[in-house]
């Protein structure tokens, strides 16, 4: 089975629930507060994971019981951790997520160990990365690694489904050496200095990230679905209409489901279609691992709707 390696964060998710975001200098009682583990890599391997993927992590977590949590986690979905390594340095990271009534979060990451991954680390990782099918990657790592990885990806000819969230300034140049790219609207109009605001605009901005050399474009448009510009031109694959819970995790989960679809030589569209479902069902349940479906959902789901 194709390998799916996922180079990225691990974040321990400290989700407090409120009726309305407190304004700056305001208190406001909330309703609970969960912990739930995630990150933006941790999710999009899990979600590959249990979609059926035989799936591989690199990152890092704190030498601390929210990373032996992780560790012991990924044990249990069948993922390979041999290049997950555990630093004294920085505890494992940590996110302040509010999640108002109408379902919209605010985030916070403190980066810890996942900014403790670099160089030395990264060196070992080569043998991994040659037997992935694909990577992929986000930008909860240090911005100067996260560009060496995908400089490694670009020269042992590995394809990268790249994730540009949180939305960073990244250079045209390495952005082209990236496969796929898949920014939600806000993190395309950063990358292309292009606005998002029309349909209109957000297939200009996706066409200019085109033109840097990536293969394909899959920009993910919430309930919308998402856009998707290639060679074949460009189009938007429909979304699903669900309850929307919590949207934490949709995108990640979307990309794992995505990558799993392209190791399995489905077409861009197919790939799409599977990965808007996949994120349907996450925005459905609370949390962000404890949200991610199994395939046996996700099928359950497609037939339902179908
Ligand atoms: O994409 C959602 C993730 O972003 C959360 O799990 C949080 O940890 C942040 O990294």
Known sequence: ???????????????????????????????????????????????????????AMIGMVGSDGNGKTFLELFQEEGIDCANVFVTEKEPTAIAQIQINAAAENKI?????????????????????????????????????????????????????????????????????????????ETELELLTGMPTDTEENIYKAAGKLLSFGVRAVVATLGKRGALVADAHGKRIIPGYTVKVVD????????????????????????????????????????GAIPSLPTAAEVEAFIKARA
Not at 120 to 140: F, G, P, Y
Request: with cysteine; charged share 20%.
């Open 108 to 184: 916070v990451v403190i980066p810890s160990a996942n900014f403790v991954f670099g160089e030395r680390e990264w060196r070992q990782c080569e043998k991994a990365i040659k037997e992935s099918a694909v990577v992929i990657m986000q930008m909860e790592l240090n911005p100067g690694i996260t560009e060496e990885i995908i400089r490694t990806c670009a020269r042992l000819s590995v394809p990268v489904v790249l994730n540009p969230a949180p939305a960073r300034n990244i250079s045209g140049e390495v952005l082209g050496l990236a496969t796929y790219v898949t920014p939600n």
């Open 247 to 286: 949207t934490v995790a949709a995108g990640d989960s979307f990309n794992g489901a995505l990558a799993k679809c392209i190791t399995e030589g489905k077409s861009l569209d197919e790939a799409v279609r599977y990965a808007n479902a996949v994120g349907a069902l996450t925005v459905s349940k609370q």
């Open 1 to 55: 089975m194709p390998k799916i390696t996922v180079v990225g964060s691990f974040v321990m998710d400290m989700v407090a629930s409120v009726e309305e975001f407190p304004l700056a200098g305001q208190t406001v009682l909330g309703r609970s507060l969960r912990v739930y583990p995630g990150g933006k890599g941790a999710n999009q391997c899990v979600a590959a994971a249990r979609l059926g993927a035989q799936t």
